[in-house]
């Protein structure tokens, strides 16, 4: 078995005439935290959007050898690949419970069911609030519930939207811990995000986008966070 578990090759996508992606290389170390960073604006989350088929591109995408650029959606989700979007995208007027149970369509057994003491044993304020509703909770709780939701699907490839955007540190810091534990069990993880803290308590290789490019890919053994400083600054 390889040890990239997800590789792109030049890819590129636009929003109707609008050019966003102008060839982006990446590749996702099985088992290890990916990080892509990088200003407002220059693509990281159509970059997401495209690996999960929300954005069109004929440009391959390779997951655990397989070409899936043509697959739609939910496809790419049963082959394996979690997503967490930008914004946690809750349904608000569904309780804790039924917002993780919609996250088992995403299974490739067809078995609707998770592991209550399992997903609850990672976040217990999903236990506590499990039949309010999703648009009552905060929004660090609902982020944890966007990942209890994607992690139910049992992928082996989560993908995280600035999940930190809004959320109060303690929060971050249960969020790291659920992530550390998950990568040491052998999940392989692609994160977008700004907070460089966040991003070096967990994170094994950094790419740098700019302008829908990849400038620049460091090792954590390697990564001078002063320098990385001056990418992110608005
Ligand atoms: N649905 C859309 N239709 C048209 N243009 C869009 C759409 N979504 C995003 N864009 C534009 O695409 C560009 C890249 O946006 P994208 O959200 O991918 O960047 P980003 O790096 O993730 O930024 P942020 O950190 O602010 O989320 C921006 O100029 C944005 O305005």
Do not use: C
């Amino acid at each position: 078995m390889s040890n990239i578990i997800l590789e792109t090759k030049n890819v590129r996508a636009a929003y109707g005439e609008s050019r966003i992606l102008w060839g982006v290389d990446v590749q996702v170390q099985r088992g290890k935290v990916t990080t892509i960073m990088g200003r407002n604006g220059v693509g990281k989350t159509t970059f997401l959007r495209t690996i999960m088929g929300l954005v069109k591109t004929k440009d391959p995408i390779i997951f655990n050898g397989e070409e899936i650029q043509y697959l739609p959606t939910y496809k790419r989700a049963r082959k394996g690949i979690g997503y967490v979007p930008q914004g946690r995208e809750i349904f608000s007027k569904l309780t804790v419970y039924e917002n993780i149970f919609i996250g088992t369509e995403a299974r490739n057994d067809s078995i609707h069911s998770f592991d209550e003491e399992e997903i609850y044993g990672l976040f217990p304020i999903l236990e506590d609030f499990r039949n309010r509703l999703g648009g009552n909770i905060s929004g660090g709780q609902q982020q944890q519930l966007a990942i209890a939701r994607a992690l139910v699907g049992k992928p082996n490839l989560l993908i995280l939207d600035e999940p930190t955007e809004g959320i109060q540190p303690s929060v971050i810091q249960e969020i790291t811990e659920v992530l550390n534990h998950l990568v040491d069990q052998g999940l392989s993880v692609l994160l977008v995000e700004q907070k460089l803290d966040f991003a070096r308590s967990i994170s094994s290789y950094y790419y740098i986008m700019d302008r829908g490019k990849i400038v620049k890919h460091i090792d954590k053994m390697d990564v001078d966070f002063e320098e990385l400083k001056i990418y992110l600054s608005i």
